[in-house]
């Protein structure tokens, strides 16, 4: 049996708008078998694409709004742990997640979300600090905070092999 570790590779958006003077920020609701989180927008990398395509479609997918990431907020390592019935060990997972931010986009009007999403939300930086009990990740408010400090790092820090670009034969 092959016990190599692989961590799950997911990318995230922190989308920041102003509303007559009010800072928010683009969030998810999503359900989820822990009941209805909230989440940045963000999903898994598909095969094929880089992590900044990654970004631009989930957004998408996930909000109705096009999406345009300008900088690396941060990559980030999480673990997460779930007791499954009827198993013995936990259920043992390991997130590597690129956050990016950037330029909000058109909204796409009439698009269906993604399974599971219930609405894209706006809120504040106090109401997202004070939700944490309902955040999906605590990956939301990390790379918040690293947002709001003024984290940025070019795109071009990460690096896609056109090999992984190739259609499969």
Request: hydrophobic share 40%; proline share 7%; with cysteine.
């Amino acid at each position: 049996m092959n016990k190599r570790w692989k961590p799950n590779v997911t990318v995230a958006a922190v989308i920041e708008r102003d509303f007559d003077g009010i800072r928010k920020f683009l969030l998810v609701e999503e359900q989820t078998r822990d009941g209805l989180k909230l989440n940045n927008p963000a999903g898994h990398l598909d095969p094929g694409e880089s992590p900044v395509q990654g970004c631009i479609r989930e957004t998408l997918e996930e909000t109705a709004f096009h999406f345009t990431p300008t900088a690396l907020v941060g990559v980030y390592l999480s673990r997460f742990e779930r007791i499954q019935p009827d198993e013995e060990l936990p259920l043992d997972v390991t997130y590597l997640r690129f956050s990016f931010c950037g330029d909000l986009g058109a909204h796409v009007a009439g698009q269906a979300l993604d399974k599971g999403i219930v609405r894209a939300v706006w809120l504040t930086v106090d109401e997202i600090r004070g939700s944490v009990p309902l955040h999906r990740s605590p990956l939301v408010l990390t790379s918040l905070e690293d947002y709001l400090a003024g984290r940025r790092f070019p795109l071009d820090v990460i690096s896609t092999d056109p090999s992984v670009l190739l259609p499969k034969k």
